[in-house]
Nanobody, 114 residues
Framework: VQLQAFGGGLVQAGGSLRLSCAAS????????WSWYRQAPGKQREFVAI???????NYADSVKGRFTVSRDNAKNTVYLQLNSLKPEDTADYYC?????????WGKGTLVTVSS
């Protein structure tokens, strides 16, 4: 299974971005999608998760600003980032958990200028 994330870029504080992550390869059924991020010099941290039943959970730092969604037909997860802050600057990674395995995509860089 290969994951490819898209949508990062440079945005001013208060702006928005939409990240997407598509899975390809030997995908059987659906799984749990999640997003993580890693800022320079910091550990990777959890951002959001969406289950098979579309239950969602978010890190406190992004609640009310970020929204995770999924399109099972396209094997794709999205992360809508609104009201961005400079502290949101990081590489954002998607993860697909399926059949006891975790698959990670390469990061997409989000840079928020003040």
């Amino acid at each position: 299974v290969q994951l490819q994330a898209f949508g990062g870029g440079l945005v001013q504080a208060g702006g928005s971005l939409r990240l997407s992550c598509a899975a390809s390869g030997s995908i059987f059924g659906v799984g749990v999608w999640s997003w993580y991020r890693q800022a320079p010099g910091k550990q990777r941290e959890f951002v959001a998760i969406i289950t098979v039943g579309e239950s969602r959970n978010y890190a406190d730092s992004v609640k009310g600003r970020f929204t995770v969604s999924r399109d099972n037909a396209k094997n794709t997860v999205y992360l809508q980032l609104n009201s961005l802050k400079p502290e949101d600057t990081a590489d954002y990674y998607c993860k697909l958990s399926q059949h006891g395995s975790d698959y990670w995509g390469k990061g997409t860089l989000v840079t928020v200028s003040s």
